[in-house]
């Protein structure tokens, strides 16, 4: 592949990780970030967290990111990489680690309490008391330490230095020691992570495994994005033929986006693809370790040789050998083992001299099903239908504003009420109920607002209206949060609805006000089916019209033959 001669720099990044701030445009955000940040802000730490994945995949990028949206939360973020403890004696350890806890919380440390010369500790106990003593002392509710590079902790040390980790999770409910409670540990490795999360007497058993998964195409089109900024036309297609490729592997994906930009074409095209694909199967540092790790490890080059064979092994991290050659990054869990992507399986082959087998033809679809497509296809369209007649006279259709007036008492006492008699589910809006009272009593009137126990009132449920007039008004919100109230029923077409009641005092007399629930999740639901249907059936038709033709000359056959005769 022919590079540009241009000096421009890479907007894609293969080495290290990605900033939270420069690198934001080339970021594909992963779904484990979420588990991450609603464990880091729950109300009590169940469990210590572990994320296991390959080389360059993204695990550093996901505790910065982490880091970057935990600290304007008000919570203690601690982010310690450990690579450089390779080799290093126990005192080393805890010392650099203290140290970099006390650096890192200092921001959350009252004045009196910032000991910047104070002994740091050299061994577990004086390291477990450490903890203690900051946990006590730093304001954060939260404090979330995130250890990079675990497997560089000495073997001879690991586990004691991650044995008082496993102390501190277990002693958070005694009460001397309820400080503990606010250490949330997140691991980041692969190799001896493993060990240290598994088996009865592994000191992080305690810890929940998170397994990073590969970027799917829309995570890969972030990437493609990028390439208009330099002048590179992309085609709809790019993202599925980089994918095809990478399986979504953040490194390899982010190396093939900065080659494809290296050689500079006016457009993406298959061949520029193929092209970048093959350099790196030609020489990447990341494709040679592998294989080199692969190599020195001959139970898992067996096994994987097998898999590369077409062999069918079923996937379970109980067998060692899987679990090896999956946090070597070669696999994936499809319930049996297969080559994590397409140049992996390229490279594998050259290494073990296995051929290519050619894939198997795609099956030809049957000629009644497309016929049964549309069948289903028309049937949708017309389940759904009485589901938007009924939302569109409902609430589209709907008046969006009443007046109601009222006559409290016979001396000319009055009030207006003004509301929208629709209220939306999923939705933080506050729906407004306005009153203007008009009084020529000389008391004032208390109106008392009632309502059903899944409406939230803001304010106080009371308002007090002196005469001869005055104004106020009620919020209310419909609690209803989240997928699981989503109404649609498709065979049950109908409007939920929802009751307020104003009570006035003094005559006492209680006005009931009708607000219908706007689910509108629901109908964007059933019109999707619906669309979805009728292009279904279009295109079936245009696609068959060949066919359709013919039944109805088959069809218009036998009428014709009888009006011969």
Request: charged share 20%; net charge neutral.
């Given at each position: ?157 690991s586990d004691g230095f991650f044995g008082t980790w496993r102390s501190v999770f277990s002693s958070r409910r005694k009460e001397d020691e309820i400080a503990f409670e606010k250490y949330l540990l ?141 946090l070597l990054g070669a696999i994936r869990d499809e319930k049996q083992c297969v080559v994590r992507n397409a140049l992996f399986a390229a490279a594998f082959r050259n290494r073990f001299g296995i ?211």
């Amino acid at each position: 592949m022919t590079e540009s001669t241009s000096a421009e720099p890479s907007i894609f990044k293969t080495r290290g990780p990605l900033d939270p701030v420069t690198d934001r445009a080339i970021y594909v955000p992963r779904p484990e970030l979420e588990k991450l940040l609603r464990a880091a802000q729950a109300t009590s730490v169940d469990a210590y967290l572990a994320i296991l994945s390959s080389r360059q995949t993204g695990k550093t990028t996901l505790l910065y990111q982490l880091r970057h949206r935990l600290r304007p939360r008000g919570i203690g973020v601690a982010l310690i990489d450990l690579a450089v403890l390779h080799d290093q004696s126990e005192e080393r350890l805890y010392a650099y680690v203290a140290g970099q806890l006390r650096s890192e919380f200092a921001a959350n440390l009252p004045r009196s309490a910032e000991k910047k010369d104070a002994p740091l500790p050299t061994n577990p106990i004086e390291f477990r008391r450490f903890l203690l003593d900051l946990a006590r002392q730093v304001r954060a509710p939260r404090l979330v330490v995130l250890m990079d590079e675990v497997e560089a902790v000495p073997e001879g040390v690991s586990d004691g230095f991650f044995g008082t980790w496993r102390s501190v999770f277990s002693s958070r409910r005694k009460e001397d020691e309820i400080a503990f409670e606010k250490y949330l540990l997140v691991l980041c490795g692969a190799r001896e992570l493993h060990r240290l999360t598994t088996g009865p007497n592994s000191p992080l058993n305690i810890a929940e495994r998170i397994y990073l998964k590969d970027f799917d195409v829309s995570g890969v089109q972030v990437l493609v994005d990028n390439l208009p900024r330099v002048g590179i036309g992309i085609a709809p297609e790019t993202a599925q033929w980089i994918y095809d490729y990478t399986g979504g592997h953040p490194y390899l994906t982010q190396k093939m986006c900065a080659l494809i930009q290296a050689a500079h074409p006016p457009t993406v095209t298959q061949p520029v693809v193929q092209a970048a694909a093959d350099e790196i199967l030609r020489s990447d540092d990341h494709l040679e370790k592998m294989l080199l790790q692969i190599e020195a490890e001959p139970p898992a080059r067996e096994q994987l040789e097998h898999i590369v064979a077409g062999q069918s092994v079923p996937f379970s991290r109980l067998n060692p050998t899987v679990a090896r050659l999956e946090l070597l990054g070669a696999i994936r869990d499809e319930k049996q083992c297969v080559v994590r992507n397409a140049l992996f399986a390229a490279a594998f082959r050259n290494r073990f001299g296995i051929p290519a087998t050619p894939p198997p033809p795609p099956p030809q679809p049957k000629p009644w099903g497309r016929w049964v497509l549309m069948l289903l296809a028309v049937l949708i369209f017309f389940i759904n239908l009485p589901f938007l007649a009924v939302y569109t006279a409902d609430i589209l259709l709907a008046p969006r504003s009443v007046n109601l007036p009222l006559v409290l008492d016979d001396r000319g006492t009055r009030a207006v009420i003004r509301y929208d008699p629709i209220l939306r589910a999923n939705s933080s809006q506050a729906t407004t109920i306005s009153v203007d009272v008009e009084s020529r009593l000389t008391t004032p009137i208390t109106v008392t607002l009632y309502a059903d126990t899944d409406i939230v009132l803001e304010g106080s449920a009371q308002r007090v209206f002196k005469p001869p007039r005055t104004q106020d008004k009620f919020l209310i919100t419909l609690y209803q949060r989240g997928a699981g109230v989503i109404p649609y029923n498709p065979f049950q077409p109908y409007t939920e609805h929802r009751q307020v009641i104003l009570e006035f005092t003094p005559p006492g007399q209680r006005q009931p006000l009708d607000f219908r629930v706007d689910f509108y999740s629901g109908f964007i639901i059933s019109l999707g089916m619906s669309l979805a249907s009728v292009v279904t059936f279009v295109v079936g038709v245009l696609r068959n019209i060949q066919q359709a033709r013919e039944l109805l000359e088959r069809l218009l056959s036998p009428s014709r033959t009888r009006n011969l005769s």
